[in-house]
């Protein structure tokens, strides 16, 4: 009897032990587990994913760019960040800009004017330009137009400073008919490089239709055969089948604005200008997102130039940007 009770006791002892390994086992096994679900969340960290708003307004010529890079930002990048772009056109996204909770970014196909430069020192707003593609002014005019195919620089001017008012009067043998002139109005920083850098800061001619919308003004050229205005040449490119471009004779033969002509060294550099969008230090310092987006701009956007009708920047530029910008974090 006594031997079968201690043969039951090792029973239950070995029992007992066989319990304690597995659970053991199991315990070692799950803690593995979370280990390793511990690694992938810190790998999944590494992408630092982001979140929050990023406001964007200015340049209507500039928009296409950046309404790309945003698309592109938003669905590749950093899915719960909201990047939302406007364009009011570079002088009215400036006082979006320079105002108390004011734009992230301001796009702008002209330069920061003096005046709004101070405005942002009144405000305590820091200002970085970044410049983020090179466009080339666009003269255009109706489909129809198969005359009026190459003008020079001074023939452009007489047209729009309104010292020409009919065809035959560059030409005889062309259309004794008034030139209808159109272009974007005074919110736009392309209006501002035509006056200043055309036509050398004389006044345009008062019956010029000047439009906020770049897509009104595709349309009204598409429409009057007798029309002639000017726009940036991405929407030139893109509404091909709606206007012609105009070839401009700067003393060496008209050259039509292309990719492959515009630069600032190029053959249509008198029709070129660089096109920004400028950060707002401040709102990049306290917002991840921002200083995020700000370096996917100069990382991305020579990718993106060429497919929304800009020229890109040379490599050497970008990367002293970038240089320029890593250093305000």
């Known amino acids: 009897m006594k031997f079968k009770k201690y043969l039951m006791f090792l029973v239950v002892v070995g029992l007992v032990l066989f319990l304690a390994a597995c659970g053991g086992a199991e315990e070692e096994s799950n803690t593995e587990g979370t280990e390793s679900e511990e690694n992938t969340s810190g790998e999944e960290g590494a992408f630092s994913e982001l979140e929050g708003n990023i406001a964007i307004d200015g340049s209507g010529t500039v928009y296409p ?4 890079l945003a ?5 590749n990048e950093q899915p719960n960040v909201s990047v939302e772009v406007s364009r009011a056109g570079t002088s009215a996204g400036f006082k979006k800009f320079l105002a108390e909770g004011g734009t992230d970014f301001n796009n702008a196909s002209r330069e920061i004017k003096e005046e709004e430069q101070a405005k942002a020192d009144e405000l305590g707003i820091e200002v970085m330009e970044l410049k983020v593609a090179l466009d080339g002014l666009t003269i255009v005019v109706n489909p129809e137009n198969d005359f009026a195919t190459e003008l020079t620089e001074d023939q452009v001017k007489d047209i729009f400073l309104g010292n020409v008012t009919k065809w035959s009067e560059i030409n005889p043998d062309w259309p004794d008919e008034e030139i209808q002139t159109y272009g974007p109005n005074e919110n736009h920083g392309t209006y501002e490089f035509f006056y200043e850098n055309i036509l050398e800061e004389q006044d345009l001619v008062g019956t010029t239709n000047l439009q906020q919308d770049y897509s009104t003004l ?3 050229v598409a429409e009057d055969v007798n029309a002639i205005g000017f726009f940036g040449f991405g929407y030139y490119d893109s509404n091909q089948d709606k206007v ?3 070839g401009i004779d ?4 008209a050259v039509v ?8 060294e190029g053959p249509y550099a008198n029709y070129t200008r660089p096109v920004f969008t400028y950060l707002n230090v401040n709102n990049a310092k306290e917002k991840p997102q921002v200083f995020d987006y700000a370096t996917y701009i100069l990382e991305s956007m020579n990718d993106f130039a060429g497919k ?7 490599e050497e530029e970008v990367q002293a940007q970038l240089e320029e ?3 305000i974090n």
Do not use: N, W
Request: avoid cysteine.
């Open 325 to 327: 910008l890593q250093a």
């Open 65 to 68: 760019l950046m309404s790309r």
């Open 218 to 220: 595709v349309t009204l």
């Open 257 to 264: 604005p292309s990719l492959d002509t515009i630069g600032e």
């Open 308 to 314: 929304t009708g800009f020229a890109p920047i040379p």
């Open 244 to 246: 012609k471009a105009v």
């Open 71 to 75: 698309e592109e930002y938003m669905v």
């Open 250 to 253: 700067f003393g060496e033969g």
